[in-house]
């Protein structure tokens, strides 16, 4: 279990996993969270979504719709998956749809009304990023252009994938901290701060003394989870 100093009682972090496209589970956490601070009102409250907003599920669209305009009870903070690498790096470079295609754009361009077919074909790229380019809403762009790599706040640091054993968290490369796994998922080491983390998906929220997984596969499970961390504690509140 976690053995260091959490956050001040005056503070409280809702830290939601990977959505992955579910805006129906996105939309139950929300209002658990604002039923939670009804039930436990907090001075200085937080929300921070940990990346993988898009792909695999069917309303990527309705996802980034939802978070561009904060509908949360608190302030917002929103970080950068590798999923919205994907993204980026599929309007910047069309060929790189074969490798999208197969971890969920399809599902992420079906819901901006991008004719998917001929990508499911491996055909057209080069008209699908023009086609997703014309779909997209100024503010969705705005919204993913936003991201944060990683936050550091209090007695821990979140970032989508987790960190480089050994590398200090200041000087922490973009691809680590989107897309590491096992170097970092087998380490007992100290990292300096308690890793709060998605990416790779679990059954049930991973505590261990140097990191927190909070990816529950909302995509194949149904359950979308967030920790609370506040005080001396750490709790969870489950959309499904």
């Given at each position: ?7 001040s ?5 809702y830290?939601?996993?990977?959505i ?11 209002a ?13 409250p ?16 309705g996802?980034?719709?939802?978070l561009a305009?904060?509908?949360f009870p608190?302030e917002?903070?929103?970080?950068k ?6 993204l980026e790096?599929?309007?910047e ?8 295609r197969?971890?969920?754009g ?11 077919r001929?990508?499911?074909?491996g055909?057209e790229?080069g ?30 640091f ?7 054993p050994g590398?200090p ?17 087998s380490?007992a ?6 890793v709060?983390h ?6 049930e ?22 920790a609370?961390?506040e ?6 509140l489950?959309?499904?």
């Amino acid at each position: 279990m976690i053995a260091r100093p959490l956050l001040s009682d005056a503070q409280r972090l809702y830290v939601i996993g990977d959505i992955h496209g579910r805006r129906d589970l996105l939309e139950t956490m929300i209002a658990a969270i604002r039923g939670d601070l009804e039930a436990h009102p907090s001075v200085a409250p937080l929300t921070v979504t940990i990346g993988d907003y898009i792909d695999r599920g069917p309303d990527s669209k309705g996802v980034i719709e939802r978070l561009a305009i904060n509908p949360f009870p608190t302030e917002f903070i929103a970080l950068k998956g590798n999923h919205e690498a994907f993204l980026e790096e599929f309007l910047e470079d069309p060929s790189r749809a074969e490798d999208w295609r197969r971890l969920g754009g399809i599902e992420t361009l079906a819901s901006y009304g991008v004719a998917v077919r001929p990508l499911m074909l491996g055909k057209e790229y080069g008209a699908a990023a023009e086609a997703l380019l014309s779909r997209l809403p100024k503010a969705h762009a705005e919204f993913l252009a936003s991201l944060r790599l990683s936050l550091s706040f209090g007695p821990y640091f979140l970032c989508h994938a987790g960190v480089r054993p050994g590398v200090p968290l200041s000087q922490q490369k973009e691809a680590d901290l989107l897309s590491i796994r096992d170097e970092f998922l087998s380490s007992a080491r100290d990292f300096g701060k308690i890793v709060v983390h998605g990416h790779t998906p679990a059954p049930e929220p991973e505590i261990r003394r140097n990191r927190i997984n909070i990816d529950t596969g909302a995509f194949i499970t149904g359950r979308l989870t967030c920790a609370v961390l506040e005080g001396p504690r750490l709790r969870f509140l489950t959309a499904r």
